[in-house]
């Protein structure tokens, strides 16, 4: 469990980290928390010729509010939005995937940016983006920045819109304000493993009328899944028990989801259905 | 100091980080071994090059089968059969590859990273075979006429061999006629049969430190010295000597610190003898470290197990008056050190605590293309007590009458011991030494009191909750012989080491080991040097396995403690010009009884033993004594495990709230560490029940080869153990009365917590194999 050879460079500044990354795209990889790039490479999955360390890099970590957006950039730690005193239901929202997120070592080194940039489709920060349908920052030394919807960031398993010359640098989430809920349930073996699913849901009641709908599940398909079925079926609808279960059925109905070692499909079915309502608060 | 909760001797050196485990033994100049594993479950070895290997700076050398062809297959350290040795593991991949992860050819380099480079460019031409993963099918052929007469090594030729390693009966009273006497009997009379078919996952021990060796040839002392040995380390040195064509008095082999054993740790592995020929060839330092994925793939797996059972029971009261019994177990691809260990300790522990007047067990080992297996913590047993505690659950369901009720009408009773079953475990007479199996399950229900816990479960179930209660009962066996030996020093100082050949894991062996010796010389524990697994500094140790240590060494150590002080004694009786009845050991000095200022201590008879001083007394050099235990039996402590849980009903996740123990060890030579055994084990019994499984894809290949599909539970998923560790027992057949305390917190943790689900599912029989997964509950609850 050693990796193959390497070169490894530390820029300080983000201007260097493009230059290296522009030299060599395809054999040169960004290294963040380090947290899955590190065992990846150490079953030598991956391979890469170099390492671009962005951790000494300033002025790349930490969160800011902008307008009715929050600002996240990419080296911001998961213990960090853990630990976040952002107020309202996107506050809340953040710190409890946060919490889900590994072990305490883990948060301590994996950061938001590279989550989204590994794109697992049981991770936190992905369902979270595509929740929210976050604004994703990246930047290249050839084409400068450019901004990318979460739409269309995730493509597929590990797969993401970045070009290997980009570095993603921040993500910008909407600020939800009091007339929204939005919670994170998440069913795992052990504490601290990737979920087998995880259901987010957000959602805006105006005089007890569901307004809009944002349901997104993890761990049923090769990327964050947003169930079309399930926020049709609230939006407009009067906010009830019943109702979260019907969207809940709405959506395990519509997932397709893979089998494996974890649960098999009818099994990740069933989950859906369990975890959609504890998102929101109904157990 | 015998029975006290005393600190650990050994935590001092380990909380500061200075313990030295296998790769913190570091030499200059010391290559790196890394192995090349087999990447199919089964297939003909064509080509093995490594010759690309070779050119990579660094590389030193590069070997194959055809390098090493006249090392012979690993040998049995336990329950050798002859039928067995056809299925024994070559050091290097001959021919055929059987596992994934089977090691193919081994590389040696300067640094680990250039080794992993190096095993990289190992070239392998292996034509895959379809693998045989079913250990419930028909028997295939597995070996042909020369690998089994290679494998086998009698020097006479052999026959190809099929799948099926072994099959062997382990039988008392007449099974045939009593069933034969029921049936004719007839009509819906008084007995009964009850069927139960139960399995048992493939998963085992998993230590925090992967194996590991470092070895080196000494010119000057002219000794191979292997560092990192554990467990046995004086069945290695053997092994060791053997297959370096050496003496074993070239030999030395030393136990490091060890981050757990289990029963896997510590066996003799095709890397151990490796590392051992390398250092002799090549002259170098060798180091191999294991990295997780190996571990998962090529140490030892357990568990496995198929049973099918059929029990006459009398409908009245649920009296068991015949087991007709089979097993399965999936060996793996080769038969290890262990030999049939498992198997025959399955077959002999399968009655437990109950009297069962006809029993009969057939078990078949049989060989699939998976890692091989070997004994992991409570081996048999484990197994033996799920099937066997599922079957009596059944009938108390079947019948209507109480699970309590039922398991009271089978017990063994207090006044039948010691109860000799004519059958053999270990290769000794399986005689229950003592025990009183009701009075226990009395005393553990009125502790935690189970009536106040079930009107709980009631009380919840109204509200809604899926919840349960549920427990198993079992009997353990402890302290194998056949010999352990110990030696106790004092020095002019008035210092006290304590050496022997006993072995350390991590169970805090030292610290009881020095309780025993200090009970007897009124002296603190924490004093006393404990020197163990070194082969250069005592003669002879079978090992820390099969929780035989505190039995074992404990009675030598017991032994050994009393000759030196009945020698110190008659040095002061002569000095002090007293009779030797005339004194006693008081904190560490002979003192004249009722006269406490004559007295000599410890130190000051050591130096009156100096050779010439005692030449005059007529004594041997020295304040020296050694002290030896012998038994052909072991002990046999039982227990009592009950688990209360709840399940998820959307997500069919099992939450164990409450996990309670009751044990008796006969006498707790330091509860602390019995409890710390106990909570241990528990986790691991969970981890089998709930979590841990090796599974396989249909071509053979293993899924979980990591942390993130191996499911190890962490502290977040094991409740706070509760424990009542009793003494009703002692043991008749050791001087200190103790039973071992190393296994039983694992032996019926997966009965227990079946027994529980069942009752929370409120479907009897529903959970009749291990581990039990929430997609599985799930279905049942929906
Ligand atoms: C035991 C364990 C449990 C875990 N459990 C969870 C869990 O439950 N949920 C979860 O979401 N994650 C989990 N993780 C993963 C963890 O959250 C990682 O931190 C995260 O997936 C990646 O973030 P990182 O900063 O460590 O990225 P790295 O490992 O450094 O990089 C990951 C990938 O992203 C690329 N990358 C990183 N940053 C950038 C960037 N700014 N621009 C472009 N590319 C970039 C890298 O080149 C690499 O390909 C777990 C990890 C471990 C070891």
């Known amino acids: 469990m050693k990796p193959s050879p390497f070169e490894y460079v530390a820029p300080t500044s983000m201007e260097e980290a493009l230059a290296v990354l522009a030299g060599d795209p395809d054999e040169t990889k960004v290294l963040a928390g380090g947290q899955s790039l590190v065992p990846m490479m150490n079953f030598r999955l991956a391979r890469p010729e170099r390492l671009v360390d962005i951790n000494r890099i300033p002025g790349i970590a930490g969160t800011d509010v902008v307008a009715d957006r929050l600002v996240i950039r990419t080296r911001t730690r998961h213990l960090a939005l853990q630990n976040t005193s952002l107020p309202g239901p996107l506050g809340h929202l953040l710190r409890h995937a946060a919490a889900k997120v590994g072990h305490l070592p883990i948060r301590t080194r994996g950061t938001f940016g590279g989550s989204l940039a590994h794109c697992d489709a049981a991770s936190e920060w992905c369902l979270v983006a595509s929740l929210l349908d976050a604004d994703i920052t990246a930047e290249s030394q050839a084409r400068g920045s450019r901004t990318i919807a979460a739409a269309d960031f995730f493509r597929s398993i590990f797969t993401t819109a970045l070009e290997p010359d980009e570095i993603l640098t921040s993500v910008s989430l909407p600020l939800l304000d009091d007339s929204w809920t939005a919670g994170i349930a998440e069913f795992a073996r052990r504490a601290g493993d990737f979920g087998i699913v995880t259901a987010t849901a957000a959602v805006q009641v105006v005089d007890g009328t569901v307004t809009e709908a944002r349901v997104s599940l993890g761990g049923v398909g090769e990327v964050p899944f947003r169930s079309v079925a399930a926020e049709s079926t609230m939006r407009g609808e009067a906010w009830t028990t019943d109702l979260i279960t019907a969207a809940a059925q709405a959506a395990a109905e519509e997932v397709d989801p893979p089998s494996d070692i974890h649960g098999d499909a009818a099994y990740r079915r069933d989950l859906v259905r369990a975890l959609l309502p504890r998102a929101l608060g109904r157990p | 100091m015998i029975g006290a909760r005393a600190l650990r001797i050994e935590d001092p050196v380990l909380l500061r980080g200075n313990g030295r485990f296998a790769a913190d033994t570091v030499r200059a100049g010391e290559l790196h071994m890394r192995v090349v594993r087999s990447p199919v479950a089964r297939g003909r070895i064509v080509t093995v090059d490594v010759s690309r290997a070779l050119l990579l700076d660094g590389v030193v050398a590069a070997w194959t089968h055809d390098d090493i062809a006249e090392l012979p297959a690993i040998g049995f350290r336990l329950t050798p059969r002859d039928?067995?040795?056809?299925?024994?593991?070559?050091?290097?991949?001959?021919?055929e590859v059987r596992y994934v992860g089977e090691p193919v050819a081994v590389v040696f380099a300067r640094s680990a990273y250039l080794a992993e480079d190096a095993a990289d460019l190992v070239e392998l031409d292996i034509e895959p075979l379809s693998a045989h993963l079913d250990s419930d099918a028909d028997p295939v052929p597995w070996v042909d006429a020369e690998q089994a007469t290679w494998a086998a090594g009698l020097g006479r030729d052999?026959?190809?061999?099929?799948?099926?390693?072994?099959?062997?009966?382990?039988?008392?009273?007449?099974?045939?006629?009593?069933?034969?006497?029921?049936?004719?009997?007839?009509g819906p009379g008084t007995h009964r049969i009850v069927?139960?078919?139960?399995?048992?996952g493939r998963h085992s021990g998993v230590p925090m430190e992967c194996r590991g060796l470092c070895a080196v040839y000494d010119e000057a002392e002219q000794l191979l010295v292997v560092d990192g040995a554990a467990k046995v380390p004086f069945w290695n040195?053997?092994?060791?000597?053997?297959?370096?064509?050496?003496?074993?008095?070239?030999?030395l082999v030393r136990e490091t610190h060890v981050g757990g054993g289990f029963g896997p740790r510590g066996e003799l592995y095709p890397e151990d003898v490796l590392v051992a020929v390398?250092?002799?060839?090549?002259?170098?330092?060798?180091?191999?470290?294991?990295?997780r994925q190996e571990h998962l793939t090529t140490t030892n797996h357990s568990r496995d197990q198929h049973h099918r059972m059929r029990a006459l029971v009398r409908v009245e009261d649920g009296w068991i008056e015949a087991l007709d019994a089979t097993f399965a177990l999936d060996q793996g691809a080769y038969v290890r050190t262990h030999g049939a260990t498992v198997a025959s300790l399955t077959a002999s522990m399968l009655p437990g605590p109950y009297v069962i007047p006809h029993f009969r067990v057939v078990a078949r080992?049989?060989?699939?293309?998976?890692?091989?297996?070997?004994?992991?913590r409570s081996p048999g047993r484990y197994e033996g007590t799920f099937a066997r505690e599922r079957l009596v659950d059944k009938i108390a369901d079947e019948l209507g009458l109480g699970r309590a009720e039922v398991r009271r009408t089978n017990f063994i009773r207090a006044d039948q011991m010691p109860y000799e079953r004519p059958i053999q475990a270990m290769g000794t007479h399986l005689v229950h030494d003592s025990g009183d199996y009701a009075l226990l399950l009395d005393k553990v229900s009125e502790t935690f009191d189970f009536a106040g816990i079930r009107a709980e479960v009631e009380r919840r179930r109204a509200g809604g909750e899926v919840v349960g209660f549920g427990f198993g009962f079992f009997v353990e066996k402890s302290g194998i012989g056949p010999v352990e030996g110990a030696r106790v020093t004092v020095d002019v100082a008035g210092q006290v080491t304590l050496t022997c050949g006993a072995s350390s894991v991590g169970q805090g062996v030292d610290t009881v080991l020095a309780q025993v010796v200090a009970e007897q010389l009124d002296i603190g524990h924490d004093s006393i040097r404990v020197v163990r697994g070194r082969t250069d500094q005592f003669e002879y140790g079978r090992g820390a396995f099969a929780t035989r240590l505190a039995v074992m060494a404990g009675s030598a150590a017991a032994n050994a403690a009393e000759n030196l002080?009945?020698?110190?004694?008659?040095?002061?009786?002569?000095?002090?010009?007293?009779?030797?009845?005339?004194?006693?050991?008081?904190?560490?000095?002979?003192?004249?009884?009722?006269?406490?200022?004559?007295?000599?201590?410890?130190?000051?008879?050591?130096?009156?033993?100096?050779?010439?001083?005692a030449g005059r007394l007529k004594e041997e050099p020295g304040l020296s004594t050694d002290g030896w235990f012998r038994t052909d039996h072991m002990t046999y402590p039982y227990g009592l495990h009950a688990a209360l849980v709840r399940v998820d009903r959307g997500t069919g996740q099992l939450h164990i709230e409450r996990f309670i123990v009751g044990y008796d060890v006969g006498r707790a030579l330091n509860p602390t560490l019995v409890e710390g055994q106990i909570a241990g084990g528990v986790a691991q019994g969970i981890g089998g029940a709930v979590y841990e499984e090796f599974r396989y894809a249909d071509d053979g290949t293993p899924t979980c080869t990591t942390f993130m599909d191996y499911l190890v539970p962490t502290l977040h998923e094991i409740p706070d153990v509760e424990m009542l560790v009793t003494e009703d027992a002692p043991s008749p057949i050791n001087p200190l009365g103790v039973k071992g305390a190393g296994e039983g917190g694992t032996t019926a943790v997966a009965a227990a917590i079946a027994s529980a689900v069942d009752d929370a599912l409120r479907i009897p029989d529903a959970i009749r194999s291990v581990p039990i997964r929430p997609a599985h509950l799930r279905r049942l609850l929906a």
């Open chain 2, 83 to 95: 039928d067995l040795l056809p299925y024994r593991q070559p050091v290097l991949a001959r021919n």
């Open chain 2, 158 to 186: 052999l026959p190809a061999q099929d799948s099926e390693a072994t099959e062997f009966t382990t039988e008392y009273g007449d099974v045939e006629r009593a069933f034969a006497k029921a049936v004719a009997a007839g």
């Open chain 2, 278 to 291: 390398a250092a002799m060839r090549l002259r170098k330092p060798i180091k191999w470290i294991e990295d």
């Open chain 2, 195 to 200: 069927e139960m078919d139960a399995r048992v």
């Open chain 2, 365 to 376: 080992v049989r060989l699939t293309n998976k890692t091989p297996a070997g004994t992991y």
């Open chain 2, 237 to 251: 040195r053997e092994a060791v000597a053997a297959m370096c064509g050496l003496p074993p008095h070239r030999v």
């Open chain 2, 565 to 613: 002080a009945q020698k110190a004694k008659r040095v002061a009786a002569h000095q002090l010009k007293v009779s030797v009845e005339e004194l006693e050991l008081r904190g560490g000095s002979v003192v004249v009884v009722g006269r406490p200022e004559e007295a000599l201590a410890l130190g000051e008879i050591a130096g009156l033993l100096e050779p010439i001083g």
